[in-house]
């Protein structure tokens, strides 16, 4: 029914909404798969057709037959298989679309029949971007026992709290409501012994302002500021691969002002002129004298 791209819904400002909004109409008005013929990718391709509708005066009757049509579709569907099964499918997924199935999952209410032991399954075998669960609320407050320890256990994600408070903007995604200030030194900790810990990021954690809820302690300010300074040290050093040394030296009636010799990729001479250089020193004396 559909081509290789599919709808997505990314918001009114998005510079694809009006496009996506005419497509999701026409969509709409030519609907007509049966439960049968659906797979994963078309299911939440019909929920972000329901999103665009949602913001438009599309056909009120044809507008009000396809909801009614879609969202019984959508809940059948789901509520049919099971989670593992949903797995599968979600391996093969349209990646724009993955964000969007545990927000179909939260929206139709299917979080009342996942068992902790299925989330965890799940996320394991699926590699499940934490950040889409992060996303939902209801997912985070219910599995936050899951959760925590896939976030405290990984570095990087550290990044992600930062971001989120920190950010001048407004983060769509939220974390367990128990994680403690020790935890969350630990997580810093962490990152800031990581070898991958960014620069910025280290700078935020330097910066890290006591008004914050969330605490950071002084030493892990430190720490971070200490890493950062080595890192900038090094990328200073090491821009090129490896150190250069500089032999700076003053020679008299030099037959240039300034001469550079390499000598190897490691070692550089530059030779001033001493006395052009004495010349231009007494001039400059000079001048500020008669001033």
């Known amino acids: 029914m559909m081509g290789v791209e599919r709808i997505k819904y990314y918001g009114p400002e998005d510079l694809t909404y009006s496009s996506y909004l005419k497509d999701s109409e026409e969509f709409a008005k030519n609907f007509n798969m049966k439960l049968e013929e659906l797979n994963l990718d078309d299911l939440i391709e019909i929920y972000n057709v329901l999103k665009y509708l949602s913001k438009t005066s599309f056909r009120i009757n044809e507008c009000i037959d396809f909801k009614n049509t879609a969202n019984k579709l959508i809940r059948t569907y789901i509520f049919k298989k099971d989670f593992k099964q949903l797995g599968m499918e979600y391996k093969t997924l349209y990646v724009s679309y993955k964000e969007d199935f545990w927000e179909i999952i939260v929206n139709y209410r299917l979080t009342d029949k996942i068992s902790e032991t299925e989330l965890v399954s799940f996320i394991n075998d699926n590699e499940v971007f934490i950040l889409d669960l992060l996303k939902q609320k209801v997912i985070v407050?219910?599995?936050?026992?899951?959760?925590?320890?896939?976030?405290?256990?990984?570095?990087?994600?550290?990044?992600?709290?930062?971001?989120?408070?920190?950010?001048?903007?407004?983060?769509?995604?939220?974390?367990?409501?128990?994680?403690?200030?020790?935890?969350?030194?630990?997580?810093?900790?962490?990152?800031?012994?990581?070898?991958?810990?960014?620069?910025?990021?280290?700078?935020?954690?330097?910066?890290?302002?006591?008004?914050?809820?969330?605490?950071?302690?002084?030493?892990v300010r430190l720490k971070a500021k200490k890493v950062r300074d080595n890192q900038m040290e090094e990328n200073f050093d090491l821009s090129t691969g490896f150190n250069t040394y500089y032999d700076i030296r003053f020679v008299p009636n030099?037959?240039?002002?300034?001469?550079?010799?390499?000598?190897?990729?490691?070692?550089?001479?530059?030779?001033f002129d001493k006395t052009w250089l004495d010349d231009e020193t007494d001039t400059a004396v000079k001048d500020s004298i008669k001033l």
Do not use: R
């Open 141 to 219: 407050d219910k599995f936050s026992g899951i959760i925590k320890p896939i976030l405290l256990n990984e570095p990087k994600y550290f990044e992600f709290f930062i971001t989120k408070y920190t950010s001048i903007n407004d983060v769509d995604y939220v974390f367990p409501k128990n994680i403690s200030d020790v935890e969350i030194n630990g997580w810093a900790d962490k990152y800031c012994d990581s070898t991958d810990a960014n620069p910025n990021y280290l700078q935020q954690i330097v910066e890290w302002s006591t008004k914050q809820n969330k605490k950071i302690n002084d030493q």
């Open 254 to 271: 030099l037959a240039e002002h300034i001469k550079m010799e390499t000598i190897d990729s490691t070692h550089l001479k530059i030779y």
